[in-house]
């Protein structure tokens, strides 16, 4: 089966058809020559999927799913969140994204965070949302070259690595990414039977 995964970030593309396997073709937009930046205005992350999928289904007409993700930290109320691809300003850019996390934590003991992933999937007509979370600490440095976003700052529960320091495969077999996208695989092979 061939699904449209609304994005313009091609690390989520990538992680997402080796999560999916051959089972699943998972087109992008850059696939489709597609490059407008997707519509993100809202305060949760469930609308601003919503919005992604729909705008792109406007774009399109067939079936699509869209995520939108955010790195949850506790001591910070909840930010960067929503806003986490701007939390340093409309640039977007990853390293001060990372640069600011570390320096609103400053010296703090309490390192609790999480990534949170909602998926919107638009699929003959109807909406249906998944959600994936990874609890975590926040490392007081950056480690590690791989992986994308604020995965250099973020140690998954269980391990002493941040994402960016572990294999593409080792962080897709316990990511926020792979809770959400194992329900919408798992519901939509129940749609095909
Ligand atoms: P699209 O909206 O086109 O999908 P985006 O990169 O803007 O791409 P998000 O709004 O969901 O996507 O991203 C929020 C931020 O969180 C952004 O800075 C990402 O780099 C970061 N992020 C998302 N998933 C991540 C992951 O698995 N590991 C580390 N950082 C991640």
Redesign the pocket.
């Known amino acids: 089966m061939k699904i449209l995964f ?4 091609q690390h ?1 593309r990538d ?1 997402v058809q080796a999560l999916v396997g051959h089972q699943f073709n998972i087109l992008s937009l850059h696939d489709l020559h597609f490059t407008a930046e ?1 519509p ?1 205005t809202h305060e949760t992350l469930q609308e ?1 999927a919503l919005e ?1 999928a729909l705008f792109v289904h406007q774009q399109f007409s067939i079936d699509c799913f ?6 949850e930290i506790d001591a910070l109320g909840g930010a960067p969140g929503v806003y ?2 701007r939390y340093a300003g409309a640039g ?1 850019k ?1 390293q001060d ?1 990372v640069a600011k996390v570390l320096q609103e934590l400053g010296d703090n003991d309490n390192r609790n965070a999480h ?1 949170r ?1 909602v998926i919107c999937l638009f699929y003959h007509n109807e909406t249906q949302y998944f959600e994936g979370i990874v609890n975590g600490t926040i490392a007081k440095e950056p480690a590690g070259e791989k ?5 250099p700052i ?1 140690i998954p529960e269980g391990t002493a690595l941040t ?1 960016a320091q572990m294999n593409a495969s080792e962080k897709n077999d316990i ?3 792979r809770i959400a996208i194992d329900k919408m695989i798992l519901w939509l092979n129940q749609q095909v039977g």
């Open positions: 609304a994005t313009q970030n989520k992680e997707l993100e601003n992604k869209s995520e939108d993700t955010g790195l986490s691809a977007k990853p994204n990534f992933t992986g994308f976003g604020y995965d973020f994402f990511s926020h990414r």
